[in-house]
T-cell receptor, first 107, second 115 residues
Framework: DIQMTQSPSVMYVSVGDTVTITCRASQGISNSLAWFQQKPGKVPKRLINVSSSLQTGVPSRFSGSGSGTKFTLTISSLQPEDFATYYC?????????FGGGTRVELK | QVHLQQWGAGLLKPSGTLSITCAGFGGSFRNHFWTWIRQPPGKGLEWIGQVNPDRTTIYNPSVETRVTMSLDTSTNQFFLRLTSVTAADTAVYFCATEGWGQLLWGPGTQITVSS
């Protein structure tokens, strides 16, 4: 299985900060990566597909980049509604696997 | 508005069988890929498997010997069956399908395995 490692696991930030979350794959996955946001008790929501393609309706402050084994999710000027847990998922090889998650909390 | 609903027995005894149904409403779900994902309490997401439009299945090796996924295109329903459950199968189970430019999720079904 491809292992997906996210860092950090928790980050403490303030509204207005720029947040960068990293996801590393144990082997190359080209650009076959998605990012999800999940709030407590809610269904995950896909933010970005194929590494950098923003889903319809997702604010432009979210952006994704990377290819191969290293990927980043950036949130520019974090808003109060962005406090959540973020997951990456590789879509290159079955079984599809998720990172362990990055929880974004208020400093 | 297209959406998914789920239902299934929430409390199971060890060695029992988990069965969840996911149904699509508000649109045609023909030619869709259907996926099951689960999330143990306080933990991350695990992809369980998927059914392709041609009804072929791909399962996570972690559950492959115990899982069956199927679909009924005439009723837009998608089924998960997991046998010989243990406490480790306690989780919220989500169905999901790709369509209309998004990954559409069901609301989740809480499954608890306890004696």
């Amino acid at each position: 299985d491809i292992q997906m490692t996210q860092s950090p696991s928790v980050m403490y930030v303030s509204v207005g900060d720029t947040v960068t979350i990293t996801c590393r794959a144990s082997q190359g996955i080209s650009n076959s990566l998605a990012w999800f946001q999940q709030k407590p008790g809610k269904v995950p929501k896909r933010l970005i597909n194929v590494s950098s393609s923003l889903q319809t309706g997702v604010p432009s402050r979210f952006s994704g980049s990377g290819s191969g084994t290293k990927f980043t999710l950036t949130i520019s000027s974090l808003q109060p509604e962005d406090f959540a847990t973020y997951y990456c998922q590789q879509l290159s090889l079955y079984p599809l696997t998720f990172g362990g998650g990055t929880r974004v909390e208020l400093k | 508005q297209v959406h998914l609903q789920q239902w299934g027995a929430g409390l199971l005894k060890p060695s029992g069988t988990l069965s969840i149904t996911c149904a699509g409403f508000g649109g045609s779900f023909r030619n869709h890929f259907w996926t099951w994902i689960r999330q143990p309490p306080g933990k991350g997401l695990e992809w369980i498997g998927q059914v392709n439009p041609d009804r072929t299945t791909i399962y996570n090796p972690s559950v492959e010997t115990r899982v069956t996924m199927s679909l009924d295109t005439s009723t837009n329903q998608f089924f998960l069956r997991l046998t010989s459950v243990t406490a480790a199968d306690t989780a919220v189970y989500f169905c999901a399908t790709e369509g209309w430019g998004q990954l559409l999720w069901g609301p989740g079904t809480q499954i608890t395995v306890s004696s």
